[in-house]
Each structure stands twice: as structure tokens, then as C-alpha cells.
């Protein structure tokens, strides 16, 4: 190794190590030849060789000055490791309704509508409307309207990323609201959300159609949570006579109904049952998304507000970033305009309606006169038991062997929603066997 190689590799480890700090200025070669003992030619090469390849700097008639920073440099070493991706389980026979079949929706499909909303450079290059972007507002004012019977104009829809970033919003607006009623059945998510606010959760008593109106008579609540499209203990549509009491407890106490409609167009046994807002617009506010319509990685869902609320929402609007891609915005109102989500929504309830079957078939052939119940917007069958039976352990045995499924109390959930049909029947031959 030549002499100017042996300096330049120890003053560029001494770089390395620290000993020379960023920005801290090198010996002037004359300095150098003092220490080192070796000729002018020799470092000029080893400062040249540093030069080069980024360690140093030259500044005129100053020196040369290190230009290493080293907690730079441990973060870019931080990045550039390879990325191990956590281990998610994957279950053959998964009943647990955390997905979404991915035969249920065509990818290239939804890829040529993002192409198309890549086209909108210039929109592109903007923030979005706080509110949400008007031809996704519209598109969804028409599709609610035609297949949910909700009735909204544009300047009511608010997009958000999910349900519970537009339940923030509501409950930022609804303020001086203490107590929120909701069925004894309950929704975890929402009640998170209540939680955060300070708002206490009063549960209400159900029957089979819904909660109990006497219940609603013996609290006092500022407004009322209700899942419209899966209530009761049949977990069905909200009768007709039910919804008319609410809405006229809503009126006589001057309060606000959240309607939660999800997946309520995607009823397949029967016709779909219109949303609730559609016959009182002034007391209820409407939540629904696309988490098992499309698939739940589409984090959009919207909210239509009674016009009462519009002013205190608009004071508040512009403070508000909106939390939803415009890109998505954007192919998900062509894909409205054209017509693609209708096909989806006919498309989905066959294929639901065929699962659905099948599940309850193959756990009619393999348990034993079973207590099932079809909830059918949930996209599952609950069974229930008559003796008891140590959950934990049926679900440890069931992962054993390739299946995921969910307990509530002594009840099973299977989901439909994930598995493909060709394995529902082996998943649930397996099952029993487990059971």
C-alpha cells in the first residue's frame, strides 16, 4: 500500500470515528508534514482522494473542513436496512371477517380509474376541498339518493377517512352533548370515539327489532347512536314502526339521531331497506362507507349533515385538513359516474347471497342442529350454543389447523366476507372436527 493510500484510509477512519467532527477544519498540509513526516505530494494526494469521494470540502485560501455528518449518517444506515416486513398470519379458512374477498372486487379495474384521476394534473397539484372534493360529493349525493333513499344536497356531504375521523368531526360540532344513547349490542368503535369526547355512553335495552322504546323514556340523553341496517337481536333492518317512534322521541326531545348505515345497501335475502334519514333529514345524521362495498384499504366514508348543523360546521370547516387522498377522491367519483359501483353493489349481493348459503349448509351438514342467525349486512352467521364451551381454546385448536374465526361471549361469528366460496365448505368440515 502506498504511503498516500495508508494516510487517506487512517484520516478517513478518524472521520468515521469522529475524532474530526463536521465542519471541523482538517491540519493545513503544512501542519501536516510537520506530524507526519511525509513529503507535501503525499497528502495533497490523500486530502485529494478524500475530496473526491465527499469526506472533505475546500474552501479557498481557508483548508479543507470535514463534511461528514455522522448522526446523518447513522440515520441513512437506519434506512437503508433491509425491510423485514411483520409476520401477519395468514389463516386458509379465514372466517374472521377482517377482509374482503379478493375475488369480490376487480383491482385492474380500480387501477384505471386512479390512471384517470392522475390525468387532473393541475387539480392534483392543489390541497383538496376541507370538505371534500364536489364531483365526489355529487356523485354521492346521486348514488345515496337512488339506492339509500337519503336526501342531501352537496353542501351537507362531508368526506372523511372512515367512520370514526367523521364521527370526530361531528362530535367537535355537537358541543354541550353529555350522554349518547346507544343499543345494548353497542359498537366499540364509536363508543372510543364518545370516550375521547368526554361523552358518556347510556346502553339501551333491545328486542328482537331494536331498542326498546320504554328504555329511551328512562334516560336522559343528548342524542341517540343507532345502526339502522343491523339492530335488534335478529340483527335486521330497523322496522318501519320502530323508526317512526325514534324519530318522533328525536323530535319531541329536540335531539339528533346518528344513523350508521353500513353496508346497508348490500342487503341480498331481501330488498334493501331505505335508510331512516330519508323520513326525518332535520334530526338525522348520516355515516356510510365503502369498507365492505369496495375494500376496506378504501379508507372513504361520508357524512350528511342536517341543514340545521351547516352553519357551525362551516365556521369550522376551513381549520380542518381533509384527511382523504384527492387522487382517491377523484377515481372514486368516475367510478360512480360510470356506473361501476352500482355493478359492484348487483355483484356483490349475488355473491353474498350464494355464500351465505353455502356456510349455512355446511354448518347444517356438519354440526349438530345448529342454532344459527343469518346477519346478513354483517356478512356473517352467529351461532349460538346451549351448553357452555371454552372459547380460547376452540380458537387456539381452530388455528391449528388453518382457521380464524371470532367469539362474542358464548357466541361464534363465522364471516363470510373474506373466505373464497370453494373453501367454505372444507373450513367448516374442519370446524366441527375442532368443535
Known amino acids: 500500500m502506498s504511503k498516500y493510500e495508508s494516510l487517506y484510509k487512517r484520516l478517513r477512519q478518524d472521520i468515521l470515528d469522529g475524532k474530526y467532527r463536521y465542519k471541523e477544519k482538517l491540519p493545513s498540509i503544512r501542519e501536516m508534514e510537520k506530524n507526519t513526516g511525509l513529503s507535501r505530494t503525499t497528502i495533497e494526494a490523500a486530502y485529494g482522494q478524500l475530496l473526491v469521494e465527499g469526506y472533505i470540502l ?238 376496506p384499504s378504501l379508507r372513504i366514508a361520508y357524512m350528511v349533515l342536517p341543514l340545521s348543523l351547516l352553519d357551525k360546521y362551516s365556521i369550522k370547516r376551513d381549520f380542518y385538513h381533509q384527511n382523504v387522498s384527492k387522487l382517491e377522491q377523484l377515481a372514486l367519483a368516475y367510478f360512480i359516474e360510470e356506473g361501476q359501483l352500482i355493478r359492484q353493489l348487483k355483484r356483490l349481493r349475488r355473491l353474498y347471497s350464494k355464500k351465505s348459503r353455502i356456510l349455512i349448509d355446511s354448518l347444517n351438514l356438519y354440526f349438530n342442529h345448529p342454532q344459527l342467525q343469518l346477519e346478513e349486512t354483517a356478512l356473517r352467521v352467529r351461532i349460538t350454543f346451549c351448553q357452555l364451551i371454552d372459547t380460547e381454546l376452540i380458537l387456539k385448536k381452530a388455528h391449528e389447523k388453518g382457521i380464524d374465526l371470532q367469539f362474542q361471549q358464548q357466541q361464534c361469528l363465522l364471516s363470510f366476507s373474506s373466505i373464497s366460496l370453494d373453501k367454505i365448505e372444507e373450513g367448516i368440515r374442519l370446524l366441527s372436527k375442532v368443535f
Open 58 to 295: 475546500s474552501r479557498h485560501k481557508s483548508g479543507y473542513f470535514v463534511d461528514v455528518d455522522l448522526k446523518q449518517k447513522q440515520e441513512m444506515a437506519i434506512l437503508k436496512q433491509p425491510h423485514i416486513p411483520s409476520l401477519r398470519v395468514h389463516y386458509e379458512y379465514d372466517f374472521s371477517g377482517g377482509a374482503v374477498d379478493p375475488s369480490s372486487f376487480n383491482m385492474e379495474l380500480w387501477k384505471k380509474y386512479i390512471r384517470q384521476a392522475l390525468q387532473e394534473q393541475e387539480s392534483l397539484y392543489e390541497y383538496g376541498q376541507q370538505q371534500g372534493e364536489l364531483v365526489l360529493r355529487q356523485a354521492l349525493c346521486r348514488y345515496t339518493s337512488m339506492y339509500r333513499g337519503v336526501h342531501a344536497g352537496e353542501e351537507q356531504m362531508i368526506i372523511g377517512s372512515g367512520f370514526q375521523s367523521l364521527l370526530t368531526i361531528l362530535c367537535g360540532l355537537l358541543k354541550n352533548v353529555k350522554r349518547v344513547g346507544m343499543p345494548r349490542s353497542g359498537f366499540l368503535h364509536a363508543q372510543m370515539i364518545f370516550s375521547d369526547f368526554n361523552i358518556e355512553t347510556i346502553m339501551l335495552e333491545e328486542d328482537e327489532d331494536g331498542i326498546i322504546m320504554e328504555s329511551l323514556h328512562h334516560v336522559d340523553i343528548d342524542f341517540l347512536y343507532l345502526n339502522t341496517s343491523s339492530a335488534g337481536q335478529k340483527a335486521g333492518a330497523l322496522p318501519i314502526s320502530r323508526r317512526l317512534q325514534i324519530i318522533e322521541y328525536a323530535k319531541n326531545h329536540s335531539i339528533f339521531i346518528i344513523e350508521d348505515d353500513h353496508n346497508g345497501e348490500l342487503r341480498y335475502s331481501a330488498k334493501p331497506v331505505p335508510a331512516m334519514q330519508g323520513q326525518d333529514p332535520q334530526h338525522i345524521i348520516y355515516i356510510g362507507s365503502f369498507s365492505k362495498l369496495m375494500v
